[in-house]
């Protein structure tokens, strides 16, 4: 939970910040291109998050495996013999 934590302060903190400081009129010289840069690497977050539940809590990481459509099967192959 940690690394989720904190993972989301360094990520939407620069939106954040930027966010304020248009907010309280400061005069930021960043531009449209500079909002959107910040608001993407929040949506970084949201890209990255699933993965580390996936990769982190053995519950979800089974439910996931489970539903992978590319598992092994746990039955062996039928041969078939020519008579």
């Avoid at 910040?38 to 979800?60: E, K, M, Q, S, W």
């Avoid at 990481?61 to 020519?82: E, I, K």
Wanted: net charge neutral; charged share 5%.
């Amino acid at each position: 939970m940690i690394l989720v934590s904190m993972l989301f302060v360094i990520t939407w903190t620069p939106s954040f910040t930027l966010s304020f400081l248009m907010n309280i009129h400061a005069r930021v010289a960043v531009g449209e291109t500079g909002f959107y840069a910040t608001v993407l690497v929040g949506y970084l977050y949201i890209v990255t998050n699933p993965f580390i539940y996936a990769a982190n809590f053995d519950p979800i990481y089974h439910v996931l495996l489970g539903l992978a459509p590319c598992r092994q099967t746990t039955t062996p192959p039928v041969s078939f013999q020519m008579t």
